[in-house]
């Protein structure tokens, strides 16, 4: 089962423009991470926001947390070419310790030169 | 530091026959696990191990799916007999204590059940 839902599940911009992605689930979590995928590779982590957070920022991108709304979203600013690919939320749930992490469906990102 | 080595990267089978997918961790990570995903997914975990111990395999289909990790550090998922529906991409990841969590993700093998 997948607990975290991302929205929309396909977004495509043009280079430059700012790409919002959210995620929401259903449980308690220890901590929120976004995962990137290329086509036909493994997953990279991006950036792990926890509970008690409720923003965070790397390079390009910006990731929120609301936990009384049970959503995050990933801001990815100034986007290029090389940011297309898939972006998975994963989620933390409290029940699972630290070690457990439940996946969404992810967004499939285009981004046009 | 090398990554996460999966072998094979790409699997082509009869339904029916068997498949072993082989995956050597982060050296130094001691948790491991084995996702499946299919095409326009996410991961979904069939198991985890700490160490040499599967600690979470509740997601394992163990009627055919079988899994080993002998000494704490290479991994083997075996399906047999595969079935049509087994067709997709098996991911290896690995983490430590040490990393909060954050998993490190092999390139994955595709199977293929004809």
């Known amino acids: 089962s997948q607990q975290g839902e991302e929205d929309p599940q396909a977004l495509s911009i043009q280079e430059g423009e700012n790409a919002t992605m959210n995620c929401s689930y259903k449980?308690?979590?220890?901590?929120l991470q976004w995962y990137r995928q290329n086509s036909g590779r493994g997953l990279v982590h991006l950036i792990l926001i926890r509970s008690n957070e409720r923003e965070k920022h790397s390079g390009r991108l910006r990731v929120t947390l609301d936990t009384s709304k049970k959503s995050s979203s990933l801001l990815i600013t100034a986007s290029r070419a090389a940011d297309t690919a898939s972006y998975f939320c994963?989620?933390?749930?409290?029940?699972?310790?630290?070690?457990?992490?439940?996946f969404g469906a992810g967004t499939r990102l285009a981004v046009h030169p | 530091e090398a990554g996460v080595v999966q072998s094979p990267r790409y699997k082509i089978i009869e339904k029916k026959q068997p498949v072993a997918f082989w995956c050597n961790p982060i050296s130094g990570h001691n948790t491991l696990y084995w996702y499946l995903q299919n095409l326009g997914q996410g991961p979904e975990l069939l198991i985890r191990y700490e160490n040499e111990e599967a600690v979470d395999d509740s997601q394992l289909p163990k009627d055919r799916f079988s899994a080993e990790r002998l000494k704490g550090v290479d991994s083997t998922l075996k399906i047999q007999p595969a079935e049509l529906g087994d067709s997709a991409v098996y991911l290896c990841?690995?983490?430590?204590?040490?990393?909060?969590?954050?998993?490190?993700f092999g390139p994955g093998t595709r199977l293929t059940v004809l």
């Open positions: 449980t308690s979590i220890n901590n």
């Open positions: 990841a690995s983490s430590s204590t040490d990393s909060y969590n954050e998993q490190f």
């Open positions: 994963a989620t933390a749930p409290v029940s699972g310790g630290y070690n457990k992490l439940i």
